[in-house]
């Protein structure tokens, strides 16, 4: 697919400008990582992007979005409910079909959560929540990934593993992390936001963690 | 829990169909609840036992809430006969076209209401309501049902002709007990001063010893007036057979079972016809309580 | 403590009760009220479940009706609510559930007598209304983020089933299992107009004076009520809910053209009916106006300000019967029992009692509706308290109660006695059935004339009222910011 030309980004919040005008050239194929302080519109720019380019992305928003009273099961087959009927969907509300099954258990185990298949996500711990939100948004399948800080409450080497799925299950992607080692790691061009503007645009080869804490 | 919903969905479609169908061989009939329930189901089932066995039909009685319930049951077909009392089967008959009284009870051809009043007040019996003026103003007086004759219509007539006056001016507080039965039971417990209601109440109830004599009087005894009857729709006949209406007719003039007569209380019954009520009307439209 | 607006607010309204009380007609007709109450206490003492043979058919058709109306009525509010943003559903919904069960059942009788359409209707029609209200507040208030985060392009069905519903079905179970029991106590009264419910053998019997059939009709229903969470279980609704139109009993079959005749005949006002035109029709409203639905406006308000602050009194003086603060479990458990009869009993029958006991006056209603919703209230802000953690040193008794708990209490009960002004006020006009000069008395002999042109009128004035009133409530509720859940 070809890249998204993202030009004239504003936001404001009560009369005060939070974010832009800036332009973002997105190309095929990378994996985009945003990066600066909390607070300088990392998440408010992901929201501005997915409006944008809303039918073509997987989002994995900051508070994840999930139906707390539904089953993990069904918060991730919730990824594709365009994808079938509405008849289709409300007796997998009820009774969910073997097809759909297979296919979310085996996308949950390579997130190591097959053991809480039907538990409402209301009791999972915020690791496993994430998790479902991501399983989420793998399911759903989308040439590209919009994702806010998606493994914030993650340990380190499940943060690791799942980094790795997203950037092998998405060919494009635009990944708000503040945590700059995975960052140059999993990405391939590092974006760094201040005060609302892009100060720092460059390919993660070319950059090094001390360049990147310039911002924070 | 879905699956919950959708049940419950599909349960709601079933309510229609559940609508319950009496048969319609069945002869309903009601009465006016003027006097305590229990006594009410009593004697009418016992008319109703009496009814099937000489109409040879299923006969059954329903037991209303209220006058009004008795007139709308009767006018909305539901039920076919009605034991009325004057003004409701005014009311009725003016409702369902083709409507007739047909047998009234030998007493109510010249029906009585007596005013009652508690012993404590002091009143003295009168032979003319207007003697009564100064011992009754400002008293608290309590009818009958709001649809009651004898409990209702004709004391409020008397009371308006007499002391030129609406009840609730005169006297300063006024109420509807409900039925007879209970006029009587609250103006001898005191609850209020004076009462209005049929004199065949306050006569069986003497005669059973059910009355404390010091507690409450009869003051005064209203003018004969027409008062119960029995009423049936004009269209039994289509529904009934050929006849029905004359084979009810002469059902109710024969009864005499002695029990079922005292329960009324009534000696007899004997025909009636609607023109036997109109001074009922007259004193209605006076009143106002009929348009 | 006068600068404080909740302060400020409650002192209006007592000022408005004690002037109230100068023009309403409190007192006690009765020549021995306390022996009559004495014949009653023992009659329950000494119930007598053996009485009647109907009983055990009135408690299940009790249930019955119950059940068939409230299950309606969730379906029909349930779909209503969907809809809920569009004026028109709105105001049709407050207008339904403005109008009080007992009249929906008067007016049902007229055209349906004794079908069981009517009981069932009238219990589902004003419910509709209010579950349409309730569960669309309800959906509002769904996490708006998984919507967010739905593929573009899911079904508007799908979207709703998958994150609005299960977000909102606890809220919506508990309210509607919680209704369910508002719908045992509005089926019970339906028997006082003639339904074969349990407040049709309560009238037989309590009228003749047999305070041991009552009694033991009171008791039965008492047990049906504190036993619910037992045997309304999730998983047998559904049975009950087939099972119930099963037990509506026969009543007598419709007559349709009664129904037509009800719409193009008898509430067409007389003048119009008469042929007298627009010029007959001013001076028969007139008089309407004049002689009944001012006079029964007027008592109307006056009962609802009385009772409202007798609620308020009587709420705050019987909170501390269940509270963890005051006492030992023994006098809380003999506390909880009390609360439970207060409010279960429905202020309609407790005013009949009442009435039966003490003659007619205000004072019967104005006690019965301070007991049944005192009772509420007080139950409400009770278990409210025993959430609240006092630090080890706070004072005790009296003090306890003025500086440390009502104060924090204070706010919920004023939301609580606010919520419940439009409920006092739709009871208020229907105690008038029973002899007390409100609305219902006016409509209620209207309906004994065989004048439905003119009930029709006096209950659309009644509706109007209490959607004021309802109106004003809510104003004062956001103007103090009171915030509140739904009671019945």
């Known amino acids: 697919m070809s890249g998204f030309d993202l030009s004239g980004?504003?936001?404001?919040?009560?009369?005060?400008?939070?974010?832009?005008?800036?332009?973002?050239?997105?190309?095929?194929?990378?994996?985009?990582?945003?990066?600066?302080?909390?607070?300088?519109?990392?998440?408010?720019?992901?929201?501005?992007?997915?409006?944008?380019?809303?039918?073509?992305?997987?989002?994995i928003p900051q508070e994840l979005g999930l139906v707390s009273a539904l089953s993990v099961f069904h918060n991730v087959y919730m990824g594709q409910l365009d994808k079938h009927a509405t008849w289709y969907n409300t007796v997998t509300l009820a009774r969910p079909f073997a097809k759909d099954r297979t296919e979310v258990n085996s996308l949950l185990q390579s997130l190591g959560m097959t053991e809480k298949f039907w538990t409402p996500t209301a009791s999972l711990s915020g690791g496993q929540r994430q998790r479902v939100a991501i399983a989420r948004a793998l399911y759903r399948n989308a040439p590209m990934l919009l994702a806010d800080e998606p493994v914030s409450a993650l340990d380190g080497p499940m943060a690791h593993s799942v980094m790795a799925l997203l950037r092998d299950g998405f060919s494009t992607s635009i990944i708000a992390l503040h945590d700059v080692e995975l960052a140059l790691k999993y990405c391939t061009r590092i974006v760094g936001i201040q005060d609302g503007q892009i100060a720092l645009d460059d390919t993660a080869e070319r950059l090094a963690a001390s360049d990147i804490m310039s911002l924070y | 829990m879905a699956l919950n919903l959708i049940r419950k969905l599909m349960v709601s479609s079933l309510f229609c169909v559940t609508a319950a169908t009496a048969s319609a061989e069945t002869f309903v009939f009601t009465a006016i609840p003027d006097e305590d329930e229990t006594k009410l189901v009593e004697r009418f089932r016992g008319v109703a036992d009496y009814l099937s066995e000489q109409l040879d039909v299923e006969v059954r009685y329903i037991p209303v809430k209220s006058y009004a319930a008795a007139v709308s049951a009767f006018r909305n077909n539901q039920v076919q006969l009605a034991w009325f009392g004057g003004l409701s089967g005014v009311q009725a008959r003016r409702l369902v076209p083709g409507s007739e009284a047909i047998a009234q009870g030998v007493e109510d051809e010249a029906f009585e209401t007596y005013f009652i009043a508690n012993t404590n007040t002091a009143i003295k019996p009168a032979d003319k309501l207007s003697d009564l003026e100064a011992p009754l103003k400002g008293k608290t007086f309590t009818f009958g049902s709001?649809?009651?004759?004898?409990?209702?219509?004709?004391?409020?007539?008397?009371?308006?002709?007499?002391?030129?006056?609406?009840?609730?001016?005169?006297?300063?507080?006024?109420?509807?007990?409900?039925?007879?039965?209970?006029?009587?039971?609250?103006?001898?417990?005191?609850?209020?001063?004076?009462?209005?209601?049929?004199?065949?109440?306050?006569e069986k109830e003497l005669g059973d010893g059910n009355i404390d004599t010091d507690a409450v009087q009869v003051i005064w005894k209203t003018p004969a007036y027409p008062d119960y009857q029995w009423t049936i729709r004009g269209d039994v006949n289509d529904r009934?057979?050929?006849?029905?209406?004359?084979?009810?007719?002469?059902?109710?003039?024969?009864?005499?079972?002695?029990?079922?007569?005292?329960?009324?209380?009534?000696?007899?019954?004997?025909?009636a016809n609607n023109d036997d009520y109109e001074p009922i009307r007259k004193t209605a439209e006076e009143i106002g309580i009929l348009d | 403590m006068l600068s404080s607006p909740t302060v400020r607010t409650?002192?209006?309204?007592?000022?408005?009760?004690?002037?109230?009380?100068?023009?309403?007609?409190?007192?006690?007709?009765?020549?021995?009220?306390?022996?009559?109450?004495?014949?009653?206490?023992?009659?329950?003492?000494?119930?007598?479940?053996?009485?009647?043979?109907?009983?055990?058919?009135?408690?299940?058709?009790?249930?019955?009706?119950?059940?068939?109306?409230?299950?309606?009525?969730?379906?029909?509010?349930?779909?209503l609510a969907l809809v809920y943003r569009f004026l028109p559903v709105r105001m049709f919904c407050a207008?339904?559930?403005?109008?009080?069960?007992?009249?929906?059942?008067?007016?049902?009788?007229?055209?349906?007598?004794?079908?069981?359409?009517?009981?069932?209707?009238?219990?589902?029609?004003?419910?509709?209304?209010?579950?349409?209200?309730?569960?669309?507040?309800?959906?509002?208030?769904?996490?708006?983020?998984?919507?967010?985060?739905?593929?573009?392009?899911?079904?508007?069905?799908?979207?709703?089933?998958?994150?609005?519903?299960?977000?909102?079905?606890?809220?919506?179970?508990?309210?509607?299992?919680?209704?369910?029991?508002?719908?045992?106590?509005?089926?019970?009264?339906?028997?006082?107009?003639?339904?074969?419910?349990?407040?049709?053998?309560?009238?037989?019997?309590?009228?003749?004076?047999?305070?041991?059939?009552?009694?033991?009709?009171?008791?039965?229903?008492?047990?049906?009520?504190?036993?619910?969470?037992?045997?309304?279980?999730?998983?047998?609704?559904?049975?009950?809910?087939?099972?119930?139109?099963?037990?509506l009993g026969e009543g007598l079959p419709i007559v349709w053209g009664n129904v037509q005749r009800f719409f193009t005949e008898d509430i067409?006002?007389?003048?119009?009916?008469?042929?007298?035109?627009?010029?007959?029709?001013?001076?028969?409203?007139?008089?309407?106006?004049?002689?009944?639905?001012?006079?029964?406006?007027?008592?109307?308000?006056?009962?609802?300000?009385?009772?409202?602050?007798?609620?308020?009194?009587?709420?705050?003086?019987?909170?501390?019967?269940?509270?963890?603060?005051?006492?030992?479990?023994?006098?809380?458990?003999?506390?909880?029992?009390?609360?439970?009869?207060?409010?279960?009993?429905?202020?309609?029958?407790?005013?009949?009692?009442?009435?039966?006991?003490?003659?007619?006056?205000?004072?019967?209603?104005?006690?019965?509706?301070?007991?049944?919703?005192g009772g509420i209230i007080g139950h409400l802000i009770g278990r409210q308290t025993n959430s609240i953690k006092l630090r080890p040193d706070a004072a005790s008794g009296l003090n306890r109660y003025g500086w440390e708990l009502v104060p924090r209490v204070y706010r919920s009960f004023l939301a609580f006695?606010?919520?419940?002004?439009?409920?006092?006020?739709?009871?208020?006009?229907i105690l008038g059935i029973l002899g007390i000069y409100t609305l219902g008395f006016y409509v209620d002999s209207a309906i004994q004339n065989i004048r439905f042109d003119r009930a029709m009128v006096l209950i659309l004035v009644t509706a109007l009222l209490n959607i004021g009133v309802d109106t004003l409530g809510r104003y004062i509720r956001r103007k103090l910011a009171l915030q509140t859940m739904p009671t019945c």
Not at chain 2, 241 to 258: H, I, M
Not at chain 3, 293 to 304: D, E, H, K, S, Y
């Open chain 2, 146 to 202: 709001k649809g009651s004759t004898s409990g209702r219509l004709m004391p409020e007539f008397y009371v308006r002709d007499t002391f030129n006056s609406k009840p609730e001016d005169f006297f300063s507080r006024v109420g509807f007990s409900g039925n007879h039965t209970r006029t009587l039971r609250l103006v001898e417990a005191g609850t209020y001063d004076v009462g209005a209601l049929n004199f065949q109440v306050w």
């Open chain 2, 240 to 271: 009934f057979g050929e006849g029905f209406k004359q084979r009810v007719t002469e059902a109710l003039l024969n009864l005499d079972n002695p029990e079922l007569l005292e329960s009324f209380p009534r000696s007899g019954f004997i025909p």
């Open chain 3, 10 to 79: 409650s002192l209006v309204f007592l000022a408005i009760a004690l002037v109230g009380l100068l023009f309403a007609d409190i007192a006690i007709t009765a020549s021995n009220p306390w022996r009559d109450l004495g014949n009653f206490f023992l009659g329950i003492l000494t119930p007598n479940f053996f009485s009647s043979e109907g009983l055990l058919t009135a408690l299940l058709r009790t249930v019955a009706f119950a059940f068939v109306g409230v299950a309606l009525g969730s379906i029909a509010g349930f779909l």
């Open chain 3, 417 to 429: 006695l606010f919520y419940r002004w439009e409920i006092i006020m739709r009871e208020t006009a």
């Open chain 3, 95 to 247: 207008f339904v559930r403005a109008i009080h069960e007992l009249f929906w059942a008067l007016i049902f009788l007229q055209f349906f007598g004794f079908h069981p359409l009517t009981g069932v209707l009238a219990i589902a029609i004003p419910y509709a209304g209010i579950f349409a209200k309730v569960y669309s507040e309800i959906l509002e208030e769904a996490d708006p983020e998984p919507g967010r985060a739905l593929p573009p392009g899911t079904g508007n069905i799908s979207a709703f089933l998958y994150t609005r519903i299960p977000d909102c079905w606890v809220k919506m179970r508990t309210y509607t299992a919680y209704r369910l029991e508002c719908g045992l106590r509005s089926s019970a009264i339906l028997g006082f107009v003639g339904l074969p419910t349990l407040g049709f053998y309560l009238e037989a019997s309590f009228s003749q004076g047999l305070y041991s059939d009552a009694g033991a009709m009171l008791i039965l229903f008492y047990v049906l009520i504190a036993t619910m969470p037992l045997w309304v279980r999730p998983k047998l609704l559904p049975v009950y809910i087939l099972g119930a139109p099963f037990f």
């Open chain 1, 9 to 59: 980004l504003t936001a404001s919040f009560s009369g005060k400008r939070v974010i832009g005008p800036l332009s973002l050239q997105v190309n095929p194929s990378e994996k985009i990582a945003l990066v600066g302080k909390s607070g300088a519109g990392k998440s408010t720019l992901i929201r501005l992007i997915h409006e944008r380019v809303n039918r073509d992305s997987s989002l």
């Open chain 3, 268 to 373: 067409v006002p007389a003048p119009l009916r008469n042929g007298e035109g627009l010029a007959g029709l001013t001076p028969w409203l007139n008089d309407l106006m004049i002689n009944e639905a001012m006079p029964g406006i007027w008592n109307t308000i006056v009962l609802t300000q009385i009772a409202l602050v007798a609620t308020g009194i009587l709420s705050l003086l019987a909170f501390p019967l269940i509270s963890n603060h005051f006492g030992g479990p023994i006098r809380r458990n003999a506390g909880h029992v009390a609360l439970v009869i207060a409010r279960s009993t429905p202020e309609y029958i407790l005013a009949y009692i009442l009435l039966q006991l003490w003659g007619p006056s205000m004072l019967p209603a104005v006690v019965a509706l301070a007991l049944h919703n």
